[in-house]
C-alpha cells in the first residue's frame, strides 16, 4: 500500500537475526505503542544455539591476555588489542572475516581463538542468546512480521551459487515449517552492498520474496525503488534517542550510505522514503 501511494514518508521498524531480547524487550514495547515490526531470523541460530561469529570473535578478543594479533596468512598487518584499542580490534577481526570466501572463515575463527589464546567459546554455553520457535510463533500471532535471514548468516555473494541457493530455500523451508507460511520477507547477512548478488537476487525470486533488505543505509524514494535492495538506517547500541529522532526526521542528511562494523543488526527504520 506505501508504494502504491507513490508519496509521503514511511518508517518500518526491523530487528536482524533472532536474538532473544527481540522477544523479551522488543515485543512488548511494540505491543504497547500498537506498532508492527518485521523480525528476519537466522534459522540455524534457532535451531542448534550456537554462538554467532561475531560474538564469537569479540568474546574471544575481549577475553584475551595478549596484546596483539600477529601478521600472516590471515592479517596483513598486526592488530594490536591493548586498551583502549581492542574494540578497534574486534572491528578490524570482522571486516577481515566479512571479506573472505566462506570456505575461509571456519579455519580464520580457528586462527583467531588460538592467536587470542581464549579459544573457542563454548557451544553450549549460549543459553538465553537466541529466539525459540514458540516465542516466534507468538510474536506472529501478535501481528509481527517474521522473514528470513539465512541458515548460518554467511555473507551471501562470498558463497558458490549453490550454497547460495541452500541457505536461501532452506531458511525458508524452516520458516513454513514451523509458522505455517511462505517466507515473503528476507535480509541479507551484513547487508553492505556487495554481500548479494545477482544470483542471490535469483535464488531469493526462487523461493518466492518478495522484498529483500540491505544495511549500508541511504535512503530508498519511490522512484528509485528496488523490491530487493530496499535499504535501512541502522540504529546501534551507542545512539541516544535524540540521534534516533534526528535521523528518522532527516534522512537525506543522517542516513548517509554506510557499511555496518557488527555482523548483525540493530532494530532499524527501514522501508518508504526514510530507509
Known sequence: GV?????GRFVAITFDD??????????????????RATFFVTTGFLDRGRLAWWDDIAWMVRT????????????????????????????????????MPAASTEPFLDFVAEATGSGRHEAGAVAGTWMNWDMVREMRAAG??????TV????????????????????GRRLFAELGEPMRCFSYPVGSADSFDDHTRRCLRESGVQFAFSYYGGVTGFGAWDDLDVR???????MDLHHVRRTVSLPMVFGRERRPEMGGASPAPAGGQTS
Open 3 to 7: 508504494r502504491r501511494a507513490g508519496r
Open 18 to 35: 533472532g536474538y532473544l531480547d527481540n522477544y523479551q524487550v522488543a515485543l512488548p514495547i511494540l505491543r504497547s505503542h500498537g506498532v
Open 64 to 99: 584475551s591476555r595478549r596484546s596483539e594479533i600477529p601478521a600472516g596468512r590471515w592479517l596483513a598487518a598486526a592488530v594490536p588489542m591493548d586498551e583502549p584499542d581492542r574494540e578497534q580490534a574486534v572491528r578490524a577481526l570482522l571486516r577481515a572475516y566479512k571479506a
Open 144 to 149: 509481527m512480521v517474521i522473514g528470513g535471514h
Open 152 to 171: 548460518t548468516h554467511q555473507v551471501l555473494s562470498r558463497l558458490s551459487p549453490d550454497r547460495q541457493h541452500e541457505e536461501i530455500a532452506t531458511c
Open 232 to 238: 535501512r538506517i541502522s540504529v546501534e547500541s551507542d
